[in-house]
């Protein structure tokens, strides 16, 4: 640890704490003083460190960690409409991965909607750089950072055709990742599974991920399967990322449907074969048996399959509000009908296309063979729509992987469960001096318990804060901890920033 330093003007103290870096190093006992947006001293600082002006913190032995990085988000729209990010705040984070699946803010088409129905704001903006300032002006009380999504891109040049791009398209959609890796974007995202990414054959992804490998980037994906061919999908994202010649980020890594729980091995021994012979492969995964999306993408309205629809539980449904936080086997039983009925009915209702699902697809032991894995970090796949009943993941991530599969099932130790949240996750997706406690940082910090921290959030009751997270800095503000009236909560701080790459 560096030699305590302080110029007796620092503006934050916290004392007594149990730091844990974030490289994945065992805790150690010590201070750590922050001036302006910067961490300025780690060790052991003299009593008289602090001028008249500094807030001290008394951790009590408690855990000190870097922010916790929220790598898979569709928080682009929510930094706009809930600029609080209490839900991703309340967890520990500081910063987020926005874009994901292939769906991003930017680009758009002024004033027009976004058809995932995933961002929820009619755009202000037309690139990045716009979306930018629209960011900026709500001050959020996170960081965030940018990829741009291959669905959004497609859509705004090709609409919903089911075909090959031109020329003339291909060309335009390329300069559509150029741009936004311009202006500040870490790389380029898809979403396999979902229209319009899936009318995409491999070379159009190659052809476009190629912008983002020349400014250095990433590709994240969603594959196009993840269950009965993950393996192939698996081979695919591997493929693209060699022949454009960039790092290669598999989103949410799971092996669903129960025909293929307890698989999810075969999956990461392919991605480790990848990287022994040079390929570049993380992963991330969200700590929960259920995934989450919006529904119309998940089933064929003329053909539902009724084994996924016996496995669907409505998060948001303007279509039959009274659906929601329900299973739609069980309302099949009330109404005297089938779970593919209510799926089918519910699509075909005026506001159907904007119903969210979560679907339980997904096997406990792959979730704990995952969170093994040393590449593995941690990211929500949260949907803030807040509307309905959403998928816990979206208030419960970071504390759950602490609580469960740290502290009860010791699948991972606390140290490198935090080093998959902060320092791995800001190297890969470029975020400059954060993820570590170390002089000169940017002062991202979240103080906790780890004896108490824990998710509260259920499927039942799932906008539920956690416990034990005592106080979370960004970017040198109090955003979490003690308010003026002696209280602990949120702050009010908008001191997030809108991250560039690498810079
Ligand atoms: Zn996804
Ligand atoms: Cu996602």
């Given amino acids: 640890m560096a030699p305590p330093r302080t110029n007796g003007a620092v503006d934050l103290i916290i004392r007594n704490a149990s730091i844990l870096d974030g490289t994945g190093r065992e805790a150690v006992a010590g201070d750590v003083a922050v001036t302006g947006d910067r961490i300025t001293s780690v060790g052991t600082l003299p009593a008289d460190a602090q001028g008249p002006s500094t807030i001290t913190i008394d951790a009590g032995g408690h855990c000190l960690a870097p922010g916790f990085v929220d790598v898979h988000t569709h928080d682009d729209g929510a930094l ?38 995933l961002i929820g704001v009619e755009p202000t903006w037309t690139d990045l750089e716009g979306f930018r300032r629209a960011v900026e002006a709500a001050h959020p009380s996170v960081n965030a950072m940018a990829l741009v999504g291959h669905n959004s891109i497609r859509t705004l040049v090709m609409g919903e055709e089911r075909r ?124 929960y048996t259920a995934g989450s999306g919006p529904m119309a993408q998940y089933f064929d309205v003329d053909n539902v399959d009724p084994e996924l629809a016996e496995v669907i539980r409505f998060a948001s449904c303007p279509a039959i509000p009274d659906y929601e936080g329900r299973m739609a086997v069980d309302i099949a039983v009330e109404e005297n009908t089938s779970a593919a009925a209510i799926i089918e009915k519910v699509l075909r209702s005026p506001k159907g296309d904007r119903t969210v699902c979560i679907q339980f697809i997904i096997d406990e032991t792959d979730v704990e063979e995952n969170l093994r894995h040393p590449l593995m970090m941690v990211g929500s796949d949260g949907i803030p729509d807040l509307k309905g009943r959403p998928h816990p993941r979206l208030f419960g991530t970071f504390p759950k992987v602490l609580s469960h599969y740290v502290r009860d099932r010791h699948i991972l130790s606390l140290s490198e469960a935090v080093r998959r949240m902060t320092s791995l996750s800001c190297d890969r997706f470029g975020l400059v001096d954060r993820g570590r406690i170390a002089e000169g940082q940017f002062a991202d910090l979240v103080l906790f318990d780890p004896v108490t921290v824990a998710d509260t959030a259920t499927y039942d009751d799932p906008k539920r804060e956690a416990v034990g997270i005592e106080a979370v800095i960004v970017n040198g503000a109090i955003a979490f901890g003690a308010r003026p009236d002696g209280s602990v909560g949120h702050t009010g701080a908008g001191a997030g920033r809108f991250l560039r790459y690498r810079s």
């Fill in 80 to 117: 706009l409409r809930y600029p609080g990010m209490e839900f991703k705040l309340s967890q520990g984070c500081t910063s987020l991965v926005i874009g994901n699946c292939g769906f991003s803010a930017a680009p758009a088409q002024l004033g027009e909607a976004d058809p995932s129905g």
């Fill in 164 to 287: 090959e791009p031109t020329d003339d398209e291909l060309a335009r959609m390329r300069r559509h990742v150029a741009l936004a890796m311009e202006q500040g974007a870490c790389g380029f995202s898809t979403g396999l599974i979902y229209r319009p990414g899936r009318w995409a054959r491999t070379d159009e992804v190659i052809e476009l991920t190629r912008e983002a490998a020349a400014a250095g980037g990433l590709y994240a994906t969603h594959m196009r399967n993840e269950g009965d061919h993950l393996l192939a999908a698996v081979d695919e994202a591997i493929h693209i990322g060699r022949t454009a010649g960039l790092p290669v980020q598999i989103s949410h890594h799971k092996s669903a449907g129960r025909r293929n729980w307890g698989r999810i091995g075969e999956s990461l021994a392919k991605v480790d074969a990848a990287n022994a012979a040079g390929a570049d492969v993380t992963l991330d995964v969200y700590p």
